[in-house]
């Protein structure tokens, strides 16, 4: 907890977006010993038997939450950003966790498809652990085949189809 707490003060984060917590409680004391200060927010999805959970920790001058969304393996803020070069624009951010069999990855991609084409906003930014590459070369120890394809061409896919 230490060293998360110095990179956001060395590095002045705004927003921080963190997944597999396994915590099934975080409290506002927790909140704040992570980010340092009192001058935080934060949504989450709770951990089941120490596994999953996903945290969203952000400055209150940065970021006005409107409206929270949430699935199995991701976590949506909307909101305003307040900060810097965008400062005022209306935007959606998204943690997630992708499960590591394909059948659950479509599942997810498939959900965040349908919940970005119904959204009025123009402006998202998927972050977190996709648990998949974008190259084959990339994956160390496995062969890259599962379930009658190769997951990186899926997973480019589902970038291209801009919902990354």
Same mark, same amino acid.
């Given at each position: 907890?230490?060293?998360?707490?110095?990179?956001?003060?060395?590095?002045?984060?705004?927003?921080?977006?963190?997944?597999?917590?396994?915590?099934?409680? @975080? /409290?506002?004391? !927790?909140? +704040?010993?992570?980010? $340092?200060?009192?001058?935080?927010?934060? %949504?989450?999805?709770?951990?089941?038997?120490?596994?999953?959970?996903?945290?969203?920790?952000?400055?209150?001058?940065?970021?006005?939450?409107?409206?929270?969304?949430?699935?199995?393996?991701?976590?949506?803020?909307?909101?305003?950003?307040?900060?810097?070069?965008?400062?005022?624009?209306?935007?959606?951010? @998204? /943690?997630?966790? !992708?499960? +590591?069999?394909?059948? $659950?990855?479509?599942?997810?991609?498939? %959900?965040?498809?349908?919940?970005?084409?119904?959204?009025?906003?123009?402006?998202?930014?998927?972050?977190?652990?996709?648990?998949?590459?974008?190259?084959?070369?990339?994956?160390?120890?496995?062969?890259?085949?599962?379930?009658?394809?190769?997951?990186?061409?899926?997973?480019?896919?589902?970038?291209?189809?801009?919902?990354?």
């Amino acid at each position: 907890m230490k060293c998360v707490k110095q990179l956001i003060a060395k590095e002045n984060v705004q927003m921080m977006f963190r997944q597999e917590t396994k915590k099934e409680v @975080v /409290n506002k004391e !927790l909140c +704040c010993a992570l980010w $340092g200060n009192n001058d935080v927010q934060w %949504e989450m999805t709770l951990s089941i038997n120490a596994i999953g959970g996903l945290l969203c920790l952000w400055c209150k001058e940065a970021f006005k939450l409107n409206n929270t969304f949430r699935g199995n393996g991701f976590l949506g803020l909307e909101g305003i950003w307040r900060e810097g070069r965008v400062e005022n624009r209306d935007v959606t951010l @998204v /943690n997630i966790y !992708l499960p +590591c069999d394909m059948e $659950g990855k479509r599942r997810l991609w498939r %959900e965040l498809k349908d919940k970005k084409g119904s959204s009025t906003n123009p402006t998202w930014c998927v972050m977190g652990d996709y648990n998949c590459v974008r190259r084959l070369g990339e994956r160390v120890g496995i062969n890259g085949e599962q379930h009658g394809g190769r997951e990186d061409d899926k997973f480019n896919q589902f970038i291209r189809d801009g919902t990354c």
